[in-house]
């Protein structure tokens, strides 16, 4: 069942390289972008369902740059509630899509389930102006689970900016670790 | 019994010093005006020492080097005791000289004298008698006075600063507080476990307007009055309410929010309740900040890529661009004579305060450090208050607009950010 897993997990590792090289942008349609028929061609072999296995990432560096992507930060289930974003990005990273599947088909199956997408900034740039970009991010969250047939009714959005700092430091994996939106279920937690 | 009552006086008035801020020259100009202060008579018995922060205040704007008591060759103590002369040897070029007299209605009789050394003559001279909880702002009013009097300039000296502290060890981890505008005597508005950001005064100075998260997390913009502590929740609507900022005339608030999809700029009428909403487009527009007709604003907005200052017409609604050097220029406020725009400038990397004349074009940067935000332009147009981080905490400092002086404010615990400084109170 799981072993899926290592055709996405290259994948993903091509998106990372893939997002890595090109420059940022603003655009998010890419939190749209499907992977699920490209995962369902690939070849499956049985693995005993009582052993869960995480895929092994530790050849792969937690770097800042590649933070917001690393395999490391999702575990594909509702236990994944913070999702990271690259710098100046609003791009729901490829990394992050089983998460928010799971998320997706979590509040499907729960219609009392209620979540708030708290979006953050690093603290380079203005606070209000970081606000806005905050909200972008959410919004990118908020599309990607409403893509997946999630009602409206159940999300909800709040923007603190860089006011709520996930990591105090100043350096670039303390700006990675706050770029990101955390998901807050306020009703009906899994 | 009386000794263990002065322990405790002195326990609250370090614990209160402690809290304040302390504030420092790091740059001051070459051609500041050597004045000498000298000590006044009866001060040293006084609970203020009126002379001591008559220099202080005089250092920190950066226009005057005062000289240090222990090197002035006579100490007068009025008109008839001035020997022009031992000031002239050390290139002093104006003396000031006064008294503090305990009166017996419980307050104190100030009184100081202005000396011109050159022309040797008595500028002016003035007596106070302000009960002891006014010695303070009676010495700032002498500063003013002074201020005036040599650079033709209405001292911005008793004028306060607003600001935001955040100390995460404490059960309240986010505070609103004004202090003087030399850091002393603060007051703490609002202490909250959620974010308190984009504080702004009104332009008579009795109430401030923030963003609060208090309400579940969710962002709420307040007005507070400062006297009645009557606070009244403006703006709460889904998604954004952020960076207000008042009218000229006090009577609307212009605000962002994203009520209708993303980051807007909205005018609330404040007796009416009605609100108008002024930008249209799909990119962020936010920050708005009145410029002194009443008639514009200067807002950022990412309309062209990056963020960019704007002005806008209220009455047309028409936008021009406003900023055209490098690719970060956002949170725009404007000098009170309308001539100066001071915004956050990003250059290779860092965060900057920059000048923006708007009558000859020019563009300068005024700050050297980064991550500097938030600036906050002096009622009298001399300085530009901001702040900036010092070995990874929040402090204040403050630089004059064409930043040739600089003044660091660090405080003691936490971090300190967005100062808002006061209109004149």
């Known amino acids: 069942m799981r072993s899926f897993l290592n055709p996405l997990f290259a994948l993903m590792l091509a998106a990372a390289l893939a997002a890595c090289s090109s420059t940022p942008t603003e655009?998010?349609?890419?939190?749209t972008d499907d992977m699920s028929q490209q995962t369902?061609?690939?070849p499956v072999t049985p693995v005993e369902p009582s052993t869960p296995s995480k895929p092994d990432t530790s050849s792969i560096p937690l770097t800042a740059d590649n933070f917001y992507n690393h395999p490391s930060n999702y575990d594909g289930t509702t236990d994944s509630r913070v999702i990271y974003f690259a710098f100046d990005s609003n791009t729901v990273p490829a990394a992050a899509f089983e998460t928010l599947r799971a998320h997706a088909t979590y509040l499907k199956n729960n219609s009392n389930a209620k979540l708030r997408?708290?979006?953050?900034?690093?603290?380079?740039?203005?606070?209000?102006?970081?606000?806005?970009?905050?909200?972008?991010?959410?919004?990118?969250?908020?599309?990607?689970?409403?893509?997946?047939?999630?009602?409206?009714?159940?999300?909800?959005?709040?923007?603190?900016?860089e006011e709520k700092p996930a990591a105090f430091g100043h350096s670039e994996m303390d700006w990675a670790k706050n770029r990101r939106v955390e998901i807050n279920y306020t009703a009906g937690r899994p | 019994m009386s000794r263990i009552a002065l322990l405790v006086v002195i326990l609250l008035s370090f614990s209160t010093a402690r809290a304040e801020l302390l504030i420092r020259v790091t740059e001051g100009r070459v051609d500041a005006v050597p004045i000498a202060i000298v000590?006044?008579?009866?001060?040293?018995?006084?609970?203020?020492?009126?002379?001591?922060?008559?220099q202080a205040d005089l250092h920190r704007s950066g226009q005057f080097k005062p000289l240090p008591a222990e090197d002035m060759l006579s100490r007068p103590r009025n008109e008839s005791e001035v020997i022009y002369r031992d000031f002239r040897v050390l290139g002093v070029e104006y003396i000031i000289t006064g008294s503090m007299k305990a009166q017996e209605t419980g307050g104190y009789e100030v009184s100081y004298?202005?000396?011109?050394?050159?022309?040797?003559?008595?500028?002016?001279?003035?007596?106070?008698?302000p009960p002891v909880s006014q010695l303070r702002d009676v010495a700032h009013a002498i500063s003013d006075r002074i201020y005036e009097q040599l650079t033709g300039?209405?001292?911005?000296?008793?004028?306060?600063?607003?600001?935001?502290?955040?100390?995460?060890?404490?059960?309240?981890?986010?505070?609103?507080?004004?202090?003087?505008?030399?850091?002393?005597?603060?007051?703490?508005?609002?202490?909250?476990?959620?974010?308190?950001?984009?504080?702004?005064w009104s332009p008579d100075g009795r109430k401030v307007a923030y963003v609060s998260f208090e309400d579940d997390g969710l962002p709420g913009i307040y007005t507070h009055d400062l006297a009645t502590t009557n606070r009244e929740k403006v703006s709460s609507f889904r998604g954004i309410n952020g960076a207000p900022d008042w009218s000229p005339d006090g009577q609307k608030l212009a605000l962002?929010?994203?009520?209708?999809?993303?980051?807007?700029?909205?005018?609330?009428?404040?007796?009416?309740?009605?609100?108008t909403r002024l930008t249209q487009h799909y990119g962020i527009d936010t920050e708005p900040r009145w410029l002194p007709d009443g008639e514009h604003l200067v807002f950022t907005s990412s309309r062209s890529g990056g963020p960019q200052i704007y002005k806008l017409n209220i009455n047309d609604k028409s936008v021009r661009r406003v900023s055209f050097q490098g690719a970060y220029n956002a949170r725009p406020d404007v000098t009170p004579d309308g001539r100066y725009l001071v915004y956050v400038h990003r250059r290779n990397g860092n965060f900057n305060v920059g000048v923006q004349d708007l009558q000859r074009g020019t563009f300068n940067i005024v700050t050297r450090t980064d991550m500097d935000e938030s600036p906050s332009v002096a009622p009298n147009g001399s300085m530009v208050i901001y702040g900036t981080q010092d070995r990874g905490t929040g402090v204040l400092e403050?630089?004059?607009?064409d930043g040739r002086v600089k003044v660091k404010l660090p405080s003691k615990e936490g971090e300190v950010r967005e100062p808002a400084w006061s209109p004149f109170l």
């Open chain 2, 39 to 54: 000590p006044f008579e009866g001060a040293q018995n006084a609970p203020e020492d009126v002379s001591q922060i008559v």
């Open chain 2, 398 to 401: 403050a630089v004059s607009i």
């Open chain 1, 117 to 161: 997408l708290e979006g953050h900034a690093d603290e380079r740039g203005t606070r209000e102006y970081n606000v806005a970009l905050s909200e972008r991010r959410s919004k990118a969250v908020e599309k990607f689970l409403r893509v997946q047939g999630v009602s409206s009714s159940q999300l909800e959005i709040v923007s603190y900016g």
């Open chain 2, 113 to 129: 004298a202005l000396f011109d050394v050159n022309r040797q003559v008595k500028l002016m001279s003035e007596t106070y008698r």
């Open chain 2, 256 to 275: 962002t929010l994203s009520r209708d999809g993303n980051p807007e700029i909205y005018m609330l009428d404040m007796a009416t309740k009605q609100l």
């Open chain 1, 40 to 42: 369902d061609t690939s």
């Open chain 2, 153 to 200: 300039i209405p001292g911005a000296f008793s004028t306060k600063i607003l600001y935001v502290t955040h100390n995460r060890n404490d059960k309240n981890p986010y505070q609103l507080q004004y202090a003087d505008a030399d850091g002393h005597r603060v007051t703490t508005i609002l202490r909250s476990k959620e974010p308190i950001m984009s504080p702004t």
């Open chain 1, 27 to 31: 655009d998010d349609s890419s939190a």
